[in-house]
């Protein structure tokens, strides 16, 4: 029978580092996308904790300066890549390693809806389903596959998801659609990637951010109701998905790939309705 000594000592070498040292990320380099707010700011200023400086994207540079100035406050370099990710991506990775010689880590945030309404997939105009699409997964890929061609010493890439693309989504179907297509593009990419890059991916439940409460209007009446349907009885907050992301890019998640994480406070199902209400 095994020694639980054997996790933690191999036999005729030095002792590994404790589990808490795994959770570092010194001296690496990340790209955050759609970081200008909410959970991509949070994820920037997570991995900027664990000791990673962070390329920064969005296209509002006032939302960037706010997150690069918490970096900088967290002791660690930002580097403000503002613009339309969209086609971006091969930029945004260039620039990653022609300021800080190295690309480690990649976290394709940047998602959502350039509408502020929703509506039934019937009532879809197929603009709007293309355009989601292209934001949400497009997007995505391409991100991936910059991040890849420049992961020189191998890396990790790490998509937000959604539990939207768990289920059924009435009223966000495309948004939902797209997210499933990068769950399953997270599991092939992992395949394809390794062993040299992880590839894994996060599913976010209810979390409070500017985007959260304008498109789908939830205040916090609404906030309190659906936080009832959770069982550890809360909202999520923007730091509860930045945590999963420093895990998932850490070494502590080292033999850790083509996963998908859901954080949602325990709800692994939306009650279904027909309202417009969207969580």
């Not at 916090?220 to 907050?237: D, F, K, T």
Request: overall charge negative.
């Amino acid at each position: 029978m095994q020694s639980d000594q054997s996790n933690s000592v191999t036999a005729g070498s030095e002792p590994v580092s404790s589990v808490m040292d795994q959770f570092r990320l010194d001296g690496k380099a990340a790209v955050v996308t759609g970081s200008g707010q909410g959970i991509g700011r949070a994820i920037a200023w997570g991995l900027a904790d664990a000791g990673c400086n962070v390329v920064i994207n969005s296209r509002r540079v006032g939302d960037l300066e706010v997150t690069a100035a918490g970096i900088e406050a967290r002791g660690q370099k930002a580097l403000i890549a503002d613009g339309d990710i969209r086609n971006f991506s091969e930029t945004i990775a260039e620039r990653a390693v022609a300021e800080f010689g190295r690309l480690d880590i990649w976290v394709n945030n940047v998602g959502g809806s350039d509408e502020k309404v929703t509506r039934t997939l019937i009532d879809t105009p197929d603009d709007i389903f293309r355009s989601q699409l292209e934001l949400n997964l497009t997007t995505a890929f391409q991100g991936a596959k910059a991040a890849a061609m420049h992961m020189d010493d191998g890396g990790v890439i790490i998509n937000i998801s959604s539990g939207a693309g768990m289920r059924g989504s009435p009223h966000t179907g495309p948004y939902a659609a797209a997210k499933a297509g990068m769950n399953n593009m997270t599991e092939t990419l992992a395949l394809e990637l390794a062993p040299t890059i992880r590839v894994n991916a996060i599913a976010p439940g209810p979390v409070v951010t500017e985007a959260y409460e304008e498109v789908l209007g939830v205040d916090a009446e609404r906030q309190a109701i659906v936080a009832q349907s959770i069982p550890l009885q809360r909202i999520g907050m923007p730091n509860d998905i930045a945590a999963a992301v420093v895990y998932f890019a850490s070494p502590a998640a080292s033999w850790v790939t083509g996963q998908l994480l859901l954080v949602a406070g325990g709800r692994t199902h939306r009650t279904v309705n027909y309202t417009n209400d969207g969580v």
